[in-house]
């Protein structure tokens, strides 16, 4: 099957330093993909590299058979490639509602074909905050929320440009065992509607359970790819994440 | 309220203020009140990149000066009405905020701030050394002895001018507040990349407010050289210039359009009571002392001081 996203032996270095070492990654449309790896292995630097906040410096990155390269990432966006931050950016000075209105305004509104109109978009706001348990606190502001709402917020920001392929970077850090699971839920739901999913996690459990396939990164290289329960048994992996 | 009936507000408070100001005899009164207005255009341009999109310019006095010069061109070419001359100036401002935005926008916070004032710098050693506008010596405008229009002094005419345009400054800035523009701007001052993340092209929207913000300096300080009569780099280029078109907004509050309009009427009347009952070299003093006053007690403002009694009383 023709892959949504290709990332060809992408690099990316500061100064001295290789953040990332010639990846390689495909992603076939509505796959749900776990990235792990340990704290500084280029897990962030490869979602920034794809989404384009970053610049790679090698390699190229492909989506939907389009070239990214040079594209910035309000582009990116808008062309269906979304994606949350790890820690959570949210617009402090508006409301949880208005930040959703971002996304709809500026990217489902500036694609060709669809105009949503002021009463369609807060109709959809509505039920992207239902579905993410926040729709109590729409008229609050962001510095009013808990750690948790925070980051289903951040979500609901991703998920509100109407994505093909949503970057969850580490969105479920910190989070209790059942919160972890209504965040699961959600991402399964969003897969199930179409949408392709990349979950970057440090949570086994959710990973394990969630993913398709699973791609392991190392100190800036994919060390592993494939069947999450093979990827778990390699050698490698294992001595990655417990040493010798 | 919709766009259209604040610009229909905005128009009969001008109407107002211009109707009241018939029955001043004294010509002072339209001297200082010129003033006034004209920082309340500062203070609303500087606040649409400054408040709304948060990119804090020093180089106000840069864009106000090149609107006065390109009045001072286009005087010793053919004097056109005053219209062509704010036209011109905002134009002229408007293209050099675009340059400059092109230029700098890739640095943020302090850097920006100091690459603005680096730009008025540039601009006043230019223009020092422009002999066809004066050069350091400064150039003399005669203006027409004449008001257009209407029976009165040239300077009501000036204040007229100015009143308009700053009831314009007004309604564009409240506009953006509504519109789409303005919560893009919103973002880009809460978090660059997370609105670039949510599709907001970000370089286009900072373009769009540098432009309209310089090129509403522009204008107001298209008139000066018929105001002053007499113009030189170091009036046109003046420190308290951009110090004030600053102080204003921040004491009124940037949140929304009338902050800097609170605060420029309320700095720049208390600078011009100070001028004429204590002393001229007093001015930046009391601009100096409510500043740090206000960040003290009320960090968001006029505004924000009155949203904060007003939460409380709601509980």
Known sequence: MEALLRVEKLGKRFGGFVALDSIDIAVAPGERLGLIGPNGSGKSTLVNCISGTLRNETGAVHFENRKMDGLPPHQRTRLGLSRSFQLPKPFHSMTVAENLHVPLLYTVNARRGTHLSNAEIDRRVEELLQQVGLAVKSDRRPRDLTQIEMRKLELARAMAAAPKLLIADEAMAGLSHAEIDDILSLLVMLNEQGITVILIEHIMRAVMSFSQRLAVLVAGKKIADGEPQEVMRNPEVVRAYLGE | MRTWMFWLVVAAVVACIFGLSRLVTN?????????????????????????????????????????????????????????????????????????????????????????????????????????????????????????????????????????????????????????????????????????????????????????????????????????????????????????????????GGTANWIGPVLGAVFLATVQQIATVTISSALNLLFVGVILVGFVVIAPNGIIGWFARGKRRRQG
């Open chain 2, 27 to 251: 010509d002072y009164f339209f001297f200082a009140a010129y003033v006034v207005l004209q920082y309340v255009v500062m203070a609303t341009a500087w606040n649409i990149l400054g408040g709304y999109t948060g990119y804090v310019n020093f180089g106000t006095a840069g864009f106000y000066a090149l609107g006065a010069y390109s009045s001072v061109v286009l005087h010793k070419l053919y004097a056109p009405p005053m219209v062509v001359l704010i036209l011109a100036g905002g134009l002229v401002s408007g293209a050099v905020g675009l340059c400059m935005g092109y230029l700098t926008l890739r640095l943020r916070g302090v850097f920006f701030a100091i690459a603005t004032l680096a730009l008025a710098i540039v601009l006043e050693t230019l223009i020092t050394n422009w002999d066809y506008v004066g050069g350091s010596r400064g150039v003399y405008i005669i203006r027409p002895a004449a008001a257009p229009f209407f029976h009165g002094g040239y300077i009501q005419y000036l204040f007229l001018v100015m009143l308009i345009l700053s009831g314009v400054a007004v309604c564009i800035a409240r506009s953006i507040e509504h519109s789409k523009l303005g919560y893009g701007l919103a973002t880009i001052r809460d978090d660059e990349l997370a609105a670039e993340a949510a599709g907001v092209p970000t370089l286009k929207l900072k373009l769009i407010a540098t432009v309209l913000s310089g090129a509403l300096m522009g204008m107001a300080g298209a008139p000066l050289p018929y105001y002053i009569t007499y113009l030189d780099p170091s009036s046109a280029f003046n420190l308290s210039l951009a110090v004030n078109s600053i102080a204003m907004p921040l004491v």
